[in-house]
């Protein structure tokens, strides 16, 4: 998982991981419920959902409030703007079947965006 760390506007701080080794389908569901919510929420959702997608998403989560201590904002005033999830490339696998043969099996990937902004108290 690649990350990359910058800004995309006055006040927001925007976090990126490319190439995760789970579908777009299963992350945009994790991602949706966090949208629009506060840090402290979004971090409370995210530790107590059952979904191994939610990982990553707490990574990215707790990397973009540690990037936006260069602008002055506490964690208690930070809401997670703008969340996306997009389609990355898939791995082609071979999957062992009767006598002797092969399906192809496709290994999806994901990349996720999210952005933290100043947000109401």
Do not use: W
């Not at 959702?45 to 540690?66: D, G, K, T």
């Not at 005033?77 to 696998?93: D, F, H, I, K, S």
Request: aromatic letters at 6%.
């Amino acid at each position: 998982m690649r990350n990359k760390e910058g800004s995309s506007g006055p006040g927001e701080v925007k976090v990126m991981a490319k190439h995760i080794n789970i579908s777009a389908s299963k992350l945009r569901r994790v991602v949706d419920r966090i949208r629009y919510n506060s840090h402290e929420q979004a971090l409370m959702i995210l530790e107590f959902m059952p979904y191994r997608a939610c990982y990553p998403v707490l990574q990215l989560v707790s990397s973009a409030a540690n990037a936006s201590r260069t602008s002055d904002i506490r964690k208690a005033q930070l809401v997670v703007g703008r969340a996306e999830v997009g389609r990355g490339r898939y791995y082609n696998r071979a999957r062992p079947r009767a006598r002797g043969q092969a399906y192809p099996m496709r290994k999806h990937t994901c990349h996720v965006a999210i952005a933290v902004r100043h947000g109401p108290p």
